[in-house]
């Protein structure tokens, strides 16, 4: 088992473009999220899905895009990438969205 | 509006001696309750839950005590060891989990 998988690992962007953070697992777990952690704001929430085809906003949306065709994927867009999405994202995955989430490694990107 | 509070950024402990970690919570629903220890460079991982009907969790070294009635939780780790060096988060669940802030622990050999 691989568990939760991300790339890329480090990531630089320029104001304006556009990427996307991918997101995989292997635990066959309907419930994925993602999060961006900033220093002394802990992890916020960006969006979630509780199984394929189904997506809802969380804390901290705006300027990210998801969607969920598959069980296994969960990749994250970054539509016109600026400076205060400087951040390390984390992909996460549980049976249901209260229970324990396992984490990938994480992506840490930065907007010039 | 912070929901998921650890008020202590830092902490540093001796080797061997007991760690203590504290997390308060505003919201009353919250089902669920657990932490997470984040070493730099790595996701975080999961250590260690406690159900809101329960009021002590014990696994090997950690323990993590919940007071309802205070709004309070708490990690304790003993003995500590360096490779328990880590930033902790706690988290609190309702159908989704709320994270507070993080707090860094040092163990000092």
């Known amino acids: 088992n691989a568990g939760v998988t991300q790339t890329p690992k480090f990531q630089v962007l320029k104001t304006g473009q556009s990427m996307t953070l991918q997101c995989a697992q292997d635990m066959n777990h309907e419930y994925m999220s993602w999060y961006r952690q900033d220093p002394g704001m802990g992890l916020r929430l960006i969006h979630y899905s509780v199984g394929a085809g189904i997506t809802d906003q969380g804390e901290v949306p705006n300027g990210y895009n998801v969607s969920r065709s598959t069980t296994e994927d969960f990749p994250l867009r970054l539509l016109s990438a600026a400076p205060s999405q400087t951040s390390v994202y984390f992909c996460?995955?549980?049976?249901?969205?209260?229970?324990?989430?396992?984490f990938g490694p994480g992506t840490r990107l930065t907007v010039l | 509006d912070q929901q998921v509070k650890q008020n202590s950024p830092s902490l540093s402990v001796q080797e061997g001696r007991i760690s203590i970690l504290n997390c308060d919570y505003t919201n009353s629903m919250f089902d669920y309750f657990l932490w997470y220890k984040k070493y730099p460079a790595e996701g975080p991982t999961f250590l260690i839950s406690?159900?809101?009907?329960?009021d002590k969790n014990e696994d090997g070294r950690f323990t993590v005590f919940l007071n309802k009635s205070a709004k309070h939780l708490s990690l304790h780790i003993v003995p500590s060891q360096p490779g328990d060096s880590a930033v902790y988060f706690c988290a609190a669940s309702n159908e989704k989990l709320t994270f507070g802030t993080g707090t860094r622990l040092t163990i000092i050999p």
């Open positions: 406690i159900s809101s009907i329960k």
């Open positions: 996460a995955s549980s049976y249901s969205g209260g229970n324990t989430q396992y």
